[in-house]
């Protein structure tokens, strides 16, 4: 397994953009796929995104298409998550994750890290 820090989050108002990022050591981060995911307060962790380990192929939840882009750079071991037309629905802790065979069901996981929209 990897191991996973995630970076970046913070306060910003609605309409506005943030991009969190995740580093991950332990074992070589190309041979792992990574994806982000969020729980907002009272509600279950949701999938947002999440790439390759190569970077050629992502996937992202339908209420985050054309707002968010998922992306890594191998060579620094990170994957960011860039968040742009931020609403208030998009408040929650923002989680990294790793797996070497999935893009949806990961192994590895960060202790996340706070995006709070303000309206």
């Known amino acids: 397994q990897v191991q996973l820090v995630e970076s970046g989050g913070g306060l910003v108002q609605a309409g506005g953009s943030l991009r969190v990022s995740c580093v991950a050591s332990g074992r070589t981060f190309n041979d792992y796929n990574a994806g982000w995911f969020r729980q907002a307060p009272g509600k279950e962790r949701e999938f947002v995104a999440s790439?390759?380990?190569?970077?050629?192929?992502?996937f992202y939840v339908d209420s985050v298409k054309g707002r968010f882009t998922i992306s890594r750079d191998n060579a620094k071991n990170t994957v960011y998550l860039q968040m742009n037309g931020l609403n208030p629905e998009d408040t929650a802790v923002y989680y990294c994750?790793?797996?070497?065979?999935?893009?949806?069901?990961?192994?590895?996981w960060g202790q996340g890290t706070q995006v709070t929209v303000s309206s």
């Open positions: 994750a790793a797996d070497r065979y999935s893009v949806t069901s990961f192994s590895s």
């Open positions: 790439i390759t380990g190569s970077g050629r192929s992502t």
